[in-house]
């Protein structure tokens, strides 16, 4: 084990702007793809709210996606996208869909029904009634769905190198390929660390933006 330890330090130390590439590259992959997971998940959630006889086909397709092989889905993008930074963006926004989308639906249609009888007595439109009571007391459902997505993002974006992608899955198959386990681990430790890290400030977003009553 010590000399793991000593072995993963030596590597820090000889390959830290390797290590420091691969971090920024995975950052920008993760934020990229949980960008437009986001702008499509959610807005599709709330039309499911509205329309809810399409809410198990759609969710059931998102289903199946997230059930493909993330490596499979990955190389079904190059005949269709090439290789690259977007057809590794484009797989791992599908696999952040799920969790987003799901949250989304059960979230809204979980508000307390009396409360949204009180905002149609008040005289409040759909869109009052949406954005000023349940978007508000669905959030931390909301963010809960988010939360999962990134981490999500995270773990399959190690395997965007295999296409050419970049992130910090070139050091964890150069180490595999190598057969050099500090080399794994220097890969596949920041990671690990950037998934909690995007967890943990992505809650800390969720508490900032969850109204005062509704908090814990």
Same mark, same amino acid.
């Given at each position: 084990?010590?000399?793991?330890i =000593?072995?993963?330090k ?10 420091l590439?691969g /971090?920024?590259g995975?950052?920008?992959?993760? @934020?990229? =793809?949980?960008?437009?997971a ?5 807005? @599709?959630? $709330? +039309? ?5 006889? +399409? ?6 397709v #998102? ?7 993330s490596?499979a ?8 996208? !090439? ?8 797989a ?5 869909? @799920?969790? $987003?989308?799901?949250? /989304?639906?059960?979230?809204?249609? !979980? ?6 009888? =009180? ?11 949406? +954005? ?6 669905a @959030? ?24 050419? =992608?970049?992130?910090?899955?070139d050091? $964890?198959?150069?180490?595999?390929? /190598?057969? #050099?386990?500090?080399l794994?681990?220097?890969g ?16 800390s977003i969720?508490?900032?933006? #969850? ?6």
């Amino acid at each position: 084990m010590e000399k793991i330890i =000593a072995s993963i330090k030596d590597i820090l130390v000889a390959r830290w702007p390797q290590i420091l590439d691969g /971090t920024l590259g995975h950052i920008q992959l993760t @934020l990229i =793809a949980l960008f437009f997971a986001v702008l499509i998940a959610v807005p @599709l959630g $709330i +039309f499911l709210t509205r329309h809810r006889k +399409f809410a198990d086909p759609i969710i059931g397709v #998102t289903s199946v996606f997230q059930t493909i092989p993330s490596l499979a889905l990955l190389g079904f993008m190059i005949p269709i996208l !090439g290789i690259g930074k977007v057809p590794a963006v484009v797989a791992l926004t599908i696999y952040g869909l @799920l969790p $987003i989308l799901r949250n /989304t639906y059960t979230g809204i249609i !979980g508000v307390d029904k009396g409360v949204i009888e =009180a905002g149609v007595g008040m005289g409040m439109t759909s869109r009052q009634i949406l +954005f000023m009571i349940e978007i508000p007391m669905a @959030l931390s459902v909301i963010m809960a769905g988010v939360r999962t997505a990134s981490v999500l993002i995270v773990g399959v974006g190690t395997l965007a190198s295999l296409i050419g =992608a970049g992130g910090l899955g070139d050091l $964890i198959f150069r180490g595999i390929a /190598t057969a #050099t386990t500090s080399l794994i681990l220097a890969g596949a430790v920041p990671a690990a660390i950037l998934a909690l890290t995007f967890d943990y400030v992505l809650k800390s977003i969720e508490f900032k933006v #969850t109204p005062r009553g509704l908090k814990k």
